[in-house]
């Protein structure tokens, strides 16, 4: 099984409770406050620190200027990334500011790109990418099924399992074909030769 690895960012605070199978906790900012407050220790926490200043204990410390390219989040993923983490799950990074919302679903793409999966989770959604290939998304009861693509276009692309199915299909940046779908069995299958394929889960 792949190595994960939490990271919790300052957005709109959510409870944090499936962090128990983490092999490295990252906090950013106002992200340790979150953690503090739902009982967990970080391995690390960095950023800038504008949201948060208050103290912090029991972990490592990396302090970076306010004038830079990443968010506190960037940061914290380019260094899951060089820890050779490439299964990433990030935390209190919905709602809030809309640009810093927008910020989290690219880096999806980014962690895409460098061969890696991210994951974004809320009270009310789970929302991640798929990789080429073929792969199965097990029946969430009471939340809809969405699938968009981070790329340009993803390609032959294959649901079934689902009420709207697809047969060697496409779907592009520019349409949201795949809003709003709904399993009809109790694992939907998914396939696709080329892109990033997002996938939400949000609850009814």
Known sequence: MEKRCLIISGGEFSPVEDYTDSDYIIACDKGYEYA????ITPD????????????????????????????????AIKEALKMGY???????????????????????????????????TDSNNVMYNLLPGVHHLKRREGYSLSFFSLSERCEDLSLS????????????????????NEWTAEEAEVS????ILLVIMSKL
């Open 192 to 195: 696709f030769k080329a892109g």
């Open 161 to 180: 399992g689902v009420k709207y199915e697809l047969h060697n299909g496409e779907l592009t940046s520019s349409f949201p074909l795949g809003v709003s």
């Open 86 to 120: 490439k299964h990433l799950s990030l935390r209190c990074a919905l709602g809030g500011r809309m640009d810093h919302l927008v910020a989290n679903l690219q880096s999806i793409a980014y962690v895409a790109n460098e061969g890696g999966v991210l994951d974004i």
């Open 44 to 75: 690390l926490t960095l950023g800038d620190f504008d949201s948060y200043s208050g103290e912090v204990k029991n972990c490592e410390v990396h302090r970076c200027k306010p004038e830079k390219d990443d968010t506190d989040t960037m940061l």
């Open 36 to 39: 503090v407050r739902c009982g």
